[in-house]
């Protein structure tokens, strides 16, 4: 057991830090609408110019190839320089429907996409739950009719991130009408400028339009759009959402320490205080999520339910992060300021992707072997 | 790979043999029984040389394969004398005193843990004891119990814990802690409480799947499969950060009193909460003296009092893993 890291690894690092010192904006990312894509995609573009897109990709797909020390390095330095949040909309694209390309797509699919994700020319989204269809996904009802080559595709998607900016939609849906459940579902990329498509964005509790409803009305997509084949859409979707669970979080769950280093930075808690108290919990909890990220990369032996597993302590852990922000604000905790926004949107943290009681369920049923209920 | 965090196949082999060794010396059904743990099976087995250098008679492995050992001696509630003794080695050996240290390792002086108590101090485990290793606050040393008879005084659970009081006054401090060890006992006695953690966490998951009520194992009940990821969650954070903080002791790594103070801040509430859920998930029989996890729950706070965990906020953040090599050449132009 060891974490050395080369020397090359501190070059890599050096040149890390100094190109984000160089490069990361200034102003603060947009929250929503068309400001927030051209945003996304312009830092992508820089990252892309200067050399660091697609890192974990691999070459043939024009992704780096680098190894996990690479990647940790990257990230940590990422997160320290403040760098824009990993989760914006460029998000779904780099971390799980490009990686679901490069794992099941077809050449075509390959040759199109990979290039413009890497290369911050579209944005992606993810059409997977319904109204009838959240935590139990497998009994989604949108409907793909195969007419010659094309799926004719009738019903609704709802909660899409960035579903009014998407350029393509990894839409799951329904297309042998005689299967139910995990059977008969296939997995397509959606054209969102395609006749038939209506979006309807949806405001959150934190006031921004992040997600939207997505209606179905004939919508006439080419059979050569099904990744991962016909009917066989879950299995797609379960590498889908192996990539959203896994190392596509590494970001995200290292810039808790940040938020907690800054928030102790702000406090500024009298020792001994129930605030010190509070914040040095935080800070060892947010430096076991570190460690339990550096395990998911670094041991052989991590599996996506290993990856419940963190998303769960990254969930709740971003949310009692939140909350202590929120309470030494005084006053201005009633004002919309980052750290009260911050506050808002980490509600979605315990419901998006997986609510955290699926991710109990998961943990018990599949990590430590209780009966299926 | 220069990052890996699987075990070695010389972990994995000295884990193995430990757990053989534990299961034949230390079974946990023993404390059905009252009695105090010799320390000899441990002292045999070479537990308290683990990461002793080969010239000190050591087996060559160094404190992350210790700290694994001391997960173990948590599993099977070891005698907190095995953390006392591992430290006493430490302290002895400091104190140029090779032929204490040497036979504290070899099991010959049996060394039990002191606490704070009035304005003496506590024992546990004390029958038997030539030395004890006091934890007061940041500070350890080393008192040699000579002559005095501590006197017992009647322990947690009417009985639960072998606790004594020693008189102010009586003994003789003999030597002295540094920081390094102060670090190594904040490692070993989180990795007990990690143990501690991952057996009541264990205990439960058993029970839940043998445990029939309404037809079905409680286990398959979502309010007691929700108890058990919860433990599972704890024993995970714990257990990663317990690497993390091994490897950066092992190595002198500067952020090493960071993860070392991280580790210990979780460690006591990883181990009290597995032992507290284990409890309701067992329902009656978790609450009777016949159940083993009670001694669990005991043997965590026991372990909690040894010493005081270094102030977090004090320290600087860790960084991510850098190399400990000074640089010989400069870094290429990109
Ligand atoms: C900010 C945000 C962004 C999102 N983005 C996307 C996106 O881009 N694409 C997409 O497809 N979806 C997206 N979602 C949807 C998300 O995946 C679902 O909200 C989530 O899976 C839960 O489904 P639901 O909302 O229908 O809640 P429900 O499934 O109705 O759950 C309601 C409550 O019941 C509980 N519950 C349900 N089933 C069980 C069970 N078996 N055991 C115990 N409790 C249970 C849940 O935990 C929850 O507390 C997003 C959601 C949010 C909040």
Same mark, same amino acid.
């Given at each position: 057991?060891?974490?050395?890291?080369?020397?090359?690894?501190?070059?890599?690092?050096?040149?890390?830090?100094?190109?984000?010192?160089?490069?990361?904006?200034?102003?603060?990312?947009?929250?929503?609408?068309?400001?927030?894509?051209?945003?996304?995609?312009?830092?992508?573009?820089?990252?892309?110019?200067?050399?660091?897109?697609?890192?974990?990709?691999?070459?043939?797909?024009?992704?780096?190839?680098?190894?996990?020390?690479?990647?940790?390095?990257?990230?940590?330095?990422?997160?320290?320089?403040?760098?824009?949040?990993?989760?914006?909309?460029?998000?779904?694209?780099?971390?799980?429907?490009?990686?679901?390309?490069?794992?099941?797509?077809?050449?075509?699919?390959?040759?199109?996409?990979?290039?413009?994700?890497?290369?911050?020319?579209?944005?992606?989204?993810?059409?997977?739950?319904?109204?009838?269809?959240?935590?139990?996904?497998?009994?989604?009802?949108?409907?793909?009719?195969?007419?010659?080559?094309?799926?004719?595709?009738?019903?609704?998607?709802?909660?899409?991130?960035?579903?009014?900016?998407?350029?393509?939609?990894?839409?799951?849906?329904?297309?042998?009408?005689?299967?139910?459940?995990?059977?008969?579902?296939?997995?397509?990329?959606?054209?969102?400028?395609?006749?038939?498509?209506?979006?309807?964005?949806?405001?959150?509790?934190?006031?921004?339009?992040?997600?939207?409803?997505?209606?179905?009305?004939?919508?006439?997509?080419?059979?050569?759009?099904?990744?991962?084949?016909?009917?066989?859409?879950?299995?797609?979707?379960?590498?889908?959402?192996?990539?959203?669970?896994?190392?596509?979080?590494?970001?995200?769950?290292?810039?808790?320490?940040?938020?907690?280093?800054?928030?102790?930075?702000?406090?500024?808690?009298?020792?001994?205080?129930?605030?010190?108290?509070?914040?040095?919990?935080?800070?060892?909890?947010?430096?076991?999520?570190?460690?339990?990220?550096?395990?998911?990369?670094?041991?052989?032996?991590?599996?996506?339910?290993?990856?419940?597993?963190?998303?769960?302590?990254?969930?709740?852990?971003?949310?009692?992060?939140?909350?202590?922000?929120?309470?030494?604000?005084?006053?201005?905790?009633?004002?919309?300021?980052?750290?009260?926004?911050?506050?808002?949107?980490?509600?979605?943290?315990?419901?998006?992707?997986?609510?955290?009681?699926?991710?109990?369920?998961?943990?018990?049923?599949?990590?430590?072997?209780?009966?299926?209920? | 790979?220069?990052?890996?965090? /699987?075990?070695?196949?010389?972990?994995?082999?000295?884990?193995?043999?430990?757990?053989?060794?534990?299961?034949?010396?230390?079974?946990?059904?023993?404390?059905?029984?009252?009695?105090?743990?010799?320390?000899?099976?441990?002292?045999?087995?070479?537990?308290?040389?683990?990461?002793?250098?080969?010239?000190?008679?050591?087996?060559?492995?160094?404190?992350?394969?210790?700290?694994?050992? +001391?997960?173990?001696?948590?599993?099977?509630?070891?005698?907190?004398?095995?953390?006392?003794?591992?430290?006493?080695?430490?302290?002895?050996?400091?104190?140029?005193?090779?032929?204490?240290?040497?036979?504290?390792?070899?099991?010959?002086?049996?060394?039990?843990?002191?606490?704070?108590?009035?304005?003496? +101090?506590?024992?546990?485990?004390?029958?038997?004891?030539?030395?004890?290793?006091?934890?007061?606050?940041?500070?350890?040393?080393?008192?040699?119990?000579?002559?005095?008879?501590?006197?017992?005084?009647?322990?947690?659970?009417?009985?639960?814990?072998?606790?004594?009081?020693?008189?102010?006054?009586?003994?003789?401090?003999?030597?002295?802690?540094?920081?390094?060890?102060?670090?190594?006992?904040?490692?070993?006695?989180?990795?007990?409480?990690?143990?501690?953690?991952?057996?009541?966490?264990?205990?439960?998951?058993?029970?839940?799947?043998?445990?029939?009520?309404?037809?079905?194992?409680?286990?398959?009940?979502?309010?007691?499969? +929700?108890?058990?990821?919860?433990?599972?969650?704890?024993?995970?954070?714990?257990?990663?950060?317990?690497?993390?903080?091994?490897?950066?002791?092992?190595?002198?790594?500067?952020?090493?009193?960071?993860?070392?103070?991280?580790?210990?801040?979780?460690?006591?509430?990883?181990?009290?909460? /597995?032992?507290?859920?284990?409890?309701?998930?067992?329902?009656?029989?978790?609450?009777?003296?016949?159940?083993?996890? +009670?001694?669990?729950?005991?043997?965590?706070?026991?372990?909690?009092?040894?010493?005081?965990?270094?102030?977090?906020?004090?320290?600087?953040?860790?960084?991510?893993?850098?190399? /400990?090599?000074?640089?010989?050449?400069?870094?290429?132009?990109?």
């Amino acid at each position: 057991m060891r974490l050395d890291i080369t020397e090359d690894d501190e070059c890599f690092r050096r040149a890390a830090r100094d190109w984000l010192a160089d490069n990361v904006p200034a102003a603060p990312a947009p929250y929503d609408g068309q400001p927030a894509r051209d945003y996304a995609l312009d830092w992508l573009a820089t990252c892309h110019a200067g050399g660091w897109s697609g890192l974990g990709w691999p070459r043939e797909y024009g992704g780096q190839g680098a190894p996990g020390e690479k990647l940790i390095l990257w990230y940590e330095e990422y997160v320290r320089a403040r760098a824009p949040s990993v989760l914006d909309c460029t998000f779904v694209a780099v971390n799980h429907a490009g990686p679901t390309l490069i794992a099941l797509g077809s050449d075509a699919q390959k040759a199109f996409h990979l290039p413009r994700i890497l290369e911050g020319r579209s944005v992606w989204c993810q059409g997977f739950s319904e109204p009838g269809a959240g935590s139990d996904l497998a009994s989604l009802a949108a409907t793909g009719r195969v007419e010659g080559d094309e799926i004719v595709v009738n019903g609704q998607k709802i909660w899409t991130s960035f579903a009014d900016i998407a350029d393509y939609q990894e839409l799951l849906i329904r297309t042998d009408p005689d299967q139910d459940r995990h059977r008969g579902l296939s997995w397509v990329i959606c054209d969102m400028t395609a006749p038939g498509i209506t979006v309807r964005p949806i405001r959150n509790m934190a006031g921004v339009t992040h997600f939207a409803e997505v209606f179905y009305d004939d919508v006439r997509i080419p059979l050569s759009n099904v990744v991962g084949g016909l009917h066989d859409g879950w299995r797609t979707a379960m590498t889908t959402l192996g990539f959203e669970r896994r190392t596509a979080a590494m970001g995200v769950q290292l810039a808790l320490s940040i938020k907690v280093e800054d928030l102790i930075a702000r406090a500024e808690p009298a020792p001994g205080s129930a605030t010190a108290e509070r914040l040095a919990d935080l800070r060892a909890e947010a430096a076991a999520l570190r460690a339990m990220t550096y395990r998911t990369v670094f041991r052989d032996s991590a599996t996506s339910s290993d990856g419940s597993l963190m998303r769960l302590v990254f969930a709740e852990l971003a949310q009692r992060i939140a909350q202590a922000s929120m309470d030494i604000l005084g006053a201005e905790a009633l004002t919309d300021t980052p750290p009260t926004h911050d506050y808002l949107e980490a509600y979605s943290e315990t419901i998006a992707g997986g609510t955290a009681e699926i991710q109990r369920n998961i943990i018990a049923e599949r990590i430590l072997g209780l009966p299926r209920s | 790979m220069t990052c890996d965090l /699987n075990r070695t196949d010389d972990q994995r082999q000295i884990l193995d043999a430990a757990t053989a060794m534990l299961a034949a010396h230390y079974p946990v059904a023993r404390l059905r029984e009252p009695r105090t743990d010799s320390m000899a099976a441990l002292a045999e087995f070479g537990g308290f040389l683990l990461a002793a250098s080969e010239e000190d008679g050591g087996a060559g492995f160094t404190l992350v394969e210790e700290a694994l050992l +001391h997960v173990r001696l948590g599993h099977h509630l070891v005698s907190p004398r095995a953390v006392a003794g591992a430290l006493a080695c430490r302290l002895a050996a400091r104190q140029a005193e090779p032929a204490l240290a040497e036979r504290i390792a070899a099991g010959a002086a049996e060394v039990c843990p002191a606490l704070p108590h009035g304005d003496g +101090h506590l024992l546990i485990d004390a029958e038997g004891a030539a030395l004890a290793l006091a934890f007061e606050g940041r500070r350890l040393s080393l008192i040699e119990l000579g002559g005095t008879a501590p006197e017992p005084v009647a322990g947690l659970g009417h009985g639960g814990i072998a606790t004594s009081r020693l008189a102010p006054g009586r003994g003789r401090r003999i030597a002295e802690g540094d920081d390094r060890a102060c670090l190594t006992a904040d490692l070993l006695v989180s990795a007990q409480l990690l143990g501690i953690a991952e057996a009541a966490r264990d205990l439960a998951v058993d029970y839940a799947q043998t445990r029939r009520q309404f037809g079905k194992p409680i286990g398959a009940f979502q309010a007691i499969k +929700h108890h058990c990821a919860n433990m599972g969650l704890q024993a995970e954070m714990l257990s990663a950060q317990l690497d993390m903080a091994a490897i950066a002791a092992r190595d002198g790594r500067d952020d090493a009193a960071f993860q070392v103070a991280a580790l210990r801040r979780l460690a006591p509430r990883a181990a009290l909460f /597995n032992t507290r859920t284990a409890i309701q998930v067992h329902g009656g029989i978790g609450f009777s003296a016949e159940a083993d996890i +009670h001694h669990y729950l005991k043997q965590a706070h026991v372990l909690i009092r040894l010493g005081e965990p270094a102030p977090l906020l004090d320290l600087p953040a860790a960084l991510a893993p850098r190399t /400990n090599r000074p640089r010989r050449t400069p870094c290429a132009s990109p």
